[in-house]
């Protein structure tokens, strides 16, 4: 955290030096003085856009022309853990259509009978790069084809694109891509390995390089997934100013902190509930 605001801080030239307004030009500025810090300049970025947005008297949704009405559900997320504690979290989360659950940490069979002790809603699964071979993932998958999956996100190890590509031709689920894309530039490289990928502000460095990942991901008939880490309420509904371009939303990281110092998108029974707000629409008790 220290070394993210350090970086901040010596970005403040940047700012200086260019019209507010011109914000493509001055992220890219940004790109170049904090090149190692994603975050940081997610931050930045966040700040200036909700400043225009302000400027404007337009939330950012607005301002890129986008319908909130088709923002698609969020699903929340259940993280690993034993399989009493997972049934008591998958009873917790009764509002939400849709869940997310972390496997191949240990006992994938455990971890899915406690959540079907529950419930038959749709699961997304993120194996975390858990699966160490593409045979053990082929077989996963097809085990999970007939428990009302959506999708499994990152089977294998990032690095292992070819193996991935070899699961992706037998797989009767889809592919998504986490860790094996941080930027638009990772795209090209894996595309062939993946039906989707997930996007994340803290790992593109912001909004904007996001909005490039989306139109690139489009353009190579990739799924999108915008998804999020543990976040505050600001950072969610900055990604949410997304949403309507994405194919499936993962949202939740607000939801699992205890104190949040900002207000901004609400979530019912996983609907994104947006306000009229110019900017992200966020507001913040300080």
């Known amino acids: 955290a220290a070394l993210t605001v350090t970086r901040m801080k010596a970005a403040a030239p940047v700012f200086e030096q260019h019209d507010l307004f011109h914000f493509e030009e001055l992220a890219a500025a940004l790109a170049e003085t904090i090149r190692d810090q994603s975050c940081a300049r997610a931050g ?7 400043w ?8 950012l949704y607005r301002m890129w022309g986008l319908n909130p009405a088709r923002a698609p559900l969020t699903s929340f997320s259940i993280g690993i853990d034993s399989p ?27 971890v899915l009978g406690a959540v079907r002790r529950v419930t038959d809603r ?52 889809p592919i998504v891509a986490d860790e094996a894309v941080k930027t638009a530039a990772d795209i090209p490289k894996v595309a062939h390995a993946y039906d989707g990928i997930n996007i994340k ?9 996001a909005l490039r990942m989306i139109h690139l991901a489009r353009a190579l008939d990739l799924k999108i997934m915008l998804g999020c880490m543990i976040e505050s309420s600001l950072a969610i509904s900055a990604a949410a100013q997304l949403a309507p371009y994405t194919d499936w939303i993962d949202l939740d990281g607000n939801l699992l902190l205890r104190e949040d110092p900002f207000r901004g998108v609400r979530i019912e029974r996983g609907k994104v509930l947006y306000n009229e707000l110019p900017g992200l629409g966020v507001e913040g008790d300080f």
């Open 44 to 50: 930045l970025e966040m700040a200036l856009l909700d």
């Open 52 to 59: 225009v947005g302000k400027a404007l008297q337009a939330p």
């Open 84 to 110: 009493e504690v997972i049934q008591a979290k998958v009873e917790e989360a009764a509002d939400y259509p849709i869940l997310k659950i972390k496997l191949g940490m240990g006992d994938d069979e455990a």
């Open 122 to 173: 749709p699961l997304r699964v993120d194996a975390n790069e858990g699966w160490l071979n593409k045979e053990e993932a082929l077989e996963k998958i097809r085990w999970l084809a007939d428990q009302n999956v959506e999708f499994v996100e990152q089977p294998l190890p990032a690095a292992m694109v070819e193996e991935t590509a070899w699961l992706r031709e037998r797989a009767s689920l």
């Open 201 to 209: 502000l803290m790992k593109s460095g912001g909004l904007l390089e």
